[in-house]
């Protein structure tokens, strides 16, 4: 007598190389919602469960696979609110003619950029260290890495890496702007030894043997073949097109006719004074607003600063690069750091390069009263009465909620919810005997 396991075993497998007999010759469109459907939905209920995701990892060699939506996804396009000038905003794209975005290469870079493949054990992607329900961020202070080793500075947030040049500047990327471009940065993690621990030439020979990858890279490149280059141009087109600008901030500023300075009909009488302190600065003085670092309306740094984390860095940041100071007004590049743009700020915490802060409160505390006099301190701040170690704005109570309250308008719920960013790859959760077992109890 055959047991319900063997019995199921035996049909799974049966069914696993009858699909893969008839397997065509792979296309982008072989891993579409439909035609996956097609052949390994075999109770037709419009899902895959884990004994159909169980066969199709079969026929696919015994490894995941992305499901892409019937009808193709729009990355290159982007939608700007009203307030927004397009000839300005333009001025800040980082793109280059030698990796301009199509819809074809941020699809592969989707796929690239959730698969765990990626890494040396096949256990982190880059999609570990960048959720998209924390705004692409890490909500843990460090990252764990393919081995469970942690990283030495908190994970950054992803929206807007697009339009980086700010006030004529072209800033690197990283806090410590170690990468020149994008397409850098992407390569650097795959390689880090305590992120994915990958070597290229391997990681370039792995990719080549997936099954979903050939297809993916011709449509994208005209070719199949996998190259480190076009993997980082493919991540880095993904990573360009996490554009955020659908916040409550944009509906409010649009409503104003663009007039950041206006009252906003659609703020609350607390939002709009927050907006005001980050805009136009304590007592109408724009450099002692947040904004002369955080630039609206991506919200992005121009270039790396001090902000008086500490007396002495214990982290260098940009200093450790050696270059030459930023700022004709410090003497060097000590502590300073570039952060990420603080669009859905509320959901990327913990703060900082170090992660040493849990809430958007312990923040706006650090600039009210905390900022260390480091001798790069970029920020301007006057002779306080009784500071010593420490200065600050010196915000009252309601002033620093006003300021929390104006960032959470920043929150862009289709960034993180919209499914183009999203895994595309069906996992089985739950292996079929397990499935079984649940059943039976």
Not at 15 to 32: C, G, H, Q
Not at 72 to 99: C, M, W
Not at 112 to 117: A, I
Not at 352 to 378: A, C, I, P, Q, W
Request: glycine fraction near 8%.
């Amino acid at each position: 007598m055959f047991s319900l396991r063997m019995i199921l075993v035996l049909a799974i497998g049966s069914l696993a190389l009858s699909v893969a007999a008839e397997e065509p010759k792979l296309s982008v469109d072989s891993f579409r919602r439909e035609a996956l459907l097609r052949r390994f939905d075999a109770d037709e209920d419009g899902t895959l469960n884990d004994r159909e995701r169980a066969v199709l990892r079969e026929a696919f060699g015994g490894v995941d696979v992305p499901l892409l939506p019937q009808r193709s996804d729009d990355y290159a396009s982007i939608r700007l609110p009203k307030h927004v000038d397009a000839a300005e905003f333009a001025q800040g794209d980082n793109s280059t003619k030698q990796n301009v975005l199509t819809n074809e290469g941020a699809v592969l870079g989707r796929v690239l950029f959730y698969d765990t493949r990626l890494s040396r054990n096949n256990t982190v992607s880059c999609a570990a260290c960048h959720e998209q329900r924390a705004g692409f961020s890490d909500p843990k202070q460090f990252s764990v890495g393919f081995e469970g080793g942690r990283t030495g500075r908190n994970s950054m947030g992803l929206a807007n890496l697009r339009f980086t040049n700010l006030k004529g500047a072209r800033p690197g990327f990283f806090w410590d702007e170690r990468a020149a471009t994008l397409e850098a940065q992407v390569l650097m993690p795959i390689q880090d030894r305590i992120e994915m621990g990958m070597e290229l030439g391997e990681l370039e020979a792995k990719l080549q043997k997936l099954p979903y990858y050939p297809p993916f890279f011709a449509a994208a490149f005209g070719s199949p073949d996998v190259t480190r280059d076009r993997i980082a141009k493919a991540v880095a087109q993904f990573l360009r097109s996490m554009v955020s600008l659908n916040a409550k901030f944009d509906r409010a500023a649009d409503a104003a006719g663009g007039d950041y300075s206006a009252e906003f009909d659609k703020f609350t009488e607390q939002e709009n004074l927050g907006k005001s302190l980050f805009i136009d600065g304590i007592g109408g003085v724009a450099e002692m607003g947040c904004a002369h670092c955080h630039i609206p309306p991506t919200f992005g740094m121009p270039k790396a600063f001090n902000n008086g984390l500490d007396l002495k860095s214990k982290d260098q940041g940009l200093g450790a690069l050696g270059r030459s100071s930023n700022d004709p007004f410090t003497p060097s590049n000590d502590g300073k750091f570039k952060a990420p743009s603080l669009r859905n700020i509320a959901l990327t915490a913990p703060y900082m390069h170090d992660g040493r802060f849990k809430t958007l409160e312990e923040v706006v505390e650090h600039y009210s009263r905390g900022v260390h006099r480091h001798e790069n301190l970029g920020l301007a701040f006057g002779d306080q009465p009784g500071a010593r170690a420490t200065t600050g704005f010196q915000l009252t109570d309601e002033q620093k909620a006003a300021l929390v309250a104006f960032m959470k308008t920043l929150t862009d719920e289709t960034l993180i919810s919209d499914p183009k960013f999203s895994d595309p790859f069906v996992r089985q959760t739950r292996s079929v005997s397990e499935g079984e077992r649940s059943k039976k109890r």
